[in-house]
C-alpha cells in the first residue's frame, strides 16, 4: 500500500501561486509514475499533468500549459505541482495519485493509489 497526502491548497486571488506538493508514504520502493488530477462538481475529474518516474518526461493539459509545473523529488519521495497565473477556472480539488512503473499514464483508472484531495479556489 502507498499513502499519498495532498497539501498546499488554499485560497487566491486570479493572477496569484499556489505550491501543491503530495507526498508518498509506505511501499514507496520502486519506480513509479505521478499526476496531479482536478475535479469540480460539474465536471469528470481531469489530468492536469503527469511526470515519470525519473522526471525526464511530462504532460500538461492544454488548459495548464505555461501556467503549471509539475516536478518530483524521488529522494523526498514527494511530487510538486507549481501553479502560476491562477484563474477562477482552476478552482477545483486537486487531487495526486502514482501507478507502479516508469512511463507517463494519462488515463485516471490506471492509478493505483490516490490522496484525499486538496481544495484549490481561485477568486475573481
Known amino acids: 500500500q502507498v499513502q499519498l497526502v495532498e497539501s498546499g491548497g488554499g485560497l487566491v486571488q486570479a493572477g496569484g501561486s499556489l505550491r501543491l506538493s503530495c507526498a508518498a508514504s509506505?511501499?514507496?520502493?520502486?519506480?513509479?509514475?505521478m499526476g496531479w488530477f482536478r475535479q469540480t462538481p460539474e465536471k469528470e475529474r481531469e489530468l492536469v499533468a503527469a511526470?515519470?518516474?525519473?522526471?525526464?518526461?511530462?504532460y500538461y493539459a492544454d488548459s495548464v500549459k505555461g501556467r503549471f509545473t509539475i516536478s518530483r523529488d524521488n529522494a523526498k519521495n514527494t511530487m510538486y505541482l507549481q501553479m502560476n497565473s491562477l484563474k477562477p477556472e482552476d478552482t477545483a480539488v486537486y487531487y495526486c495519485?502514482?501507478?507502479?512503473?516508469?512511463?507517463?499514464?494519462?488515463?485516471?483508472?490506471?492509478?493505483?493509489?490516490w490522496g484525499q484531495g486538496t481544495q484549490v479556489t481561485v477568486s475573481s
Open positions: 495519485a502514482v501507478r507502479s512503473g516508469y512511463g507517463l499514464v494519462y488515463n485516471s483508472v490506471q492509478y493505483d493509489y
Open positions: 509506505g511501499r514507496t520502493f520502486g519506480v513509479y509514475a
Open positions: 511526470i515519470n518516474w525519473s522526471g525526464g518526461s511530462t
